[in-house]
């Protein structure tokens, strides 16, 4: 279960336990929500799967600003992350990237367009405390349903997506 945040006097918005933490007062669409990962998640393969806690409802027909900070471990130095995401069928359009510092701190990351794309990292700066960031820009289709941030290790070796990672996602209309 996700720790959710919550802004003083803030109304609660549609879906899973998030909760609004910003919106306009002259009646714009925009919302602002924050999940706190609550419990670690590994995966010990180079499939992708749900970093749980670390998802949103997404409504149908509405368009996010998806941001992830991914703190996580792995089993050796050289075992990198990938994440990628996964979402409600037929998204309108899905455009996301996300950042790492491999080893010795050299920059490393990959892209997405579409859900469960892999590219990976090469490996990691340390084997705990990571930290991985990803942005998405998402209109979903017609199916409201969650999207969830994915992850597995890019070669044999085990990656933790750690409590106190932050999922932050704002509904821009």
């Known amino acids: 279960m996700a ?34 990962k609550s419990g670690d998640t590994a995966n010990s393969t180079t499939t992708l799967s749900d970093a749980a806690g670390l998802s949103f409802t997404a409504l149908a027909n509405k368009t996010y600003l998806i941001e992830a900070w991914v703190r996580y471990a792995t089993s050796a130095t050289t075992v990198g992350i990938q994440l990628s995401a996964n979402g409600p069928a037929s998204p309108a359009f899905i455009a996301g990237l996300w950042d790492v510092n491999a080893a010795q701190g050299t920059p490393d990351g990959g892209a997405f367009n579409a859900y469960n794309v892999q590219i990976a990292a090469t490996a990691a700066p340390f084997t705990t405390d990571n930290l991985a960031k990803l942005w998405c820009l998402f209109r979903n289709g017609s199916t409201e349903g969650p999207w969830v941030v994915r992850f597995c290790a890019e070669t044999t070796g085990t990656v933790t997506v750690k409590d106190g990672s932050v999922l932050r996602y704002r509904q821009v209309d």
Do not use: F, R, Y
């Open 3 to 36: 720790k959710v945040s919550e802004a003083v006097g803030a109304a609660p918005l549609v879906g899973g336990g998030q909760t609004t933490l910003h919106s306009h007062a002259t009646g714009g669409a925009e919302s602002e929500a924050v999940v706190i």
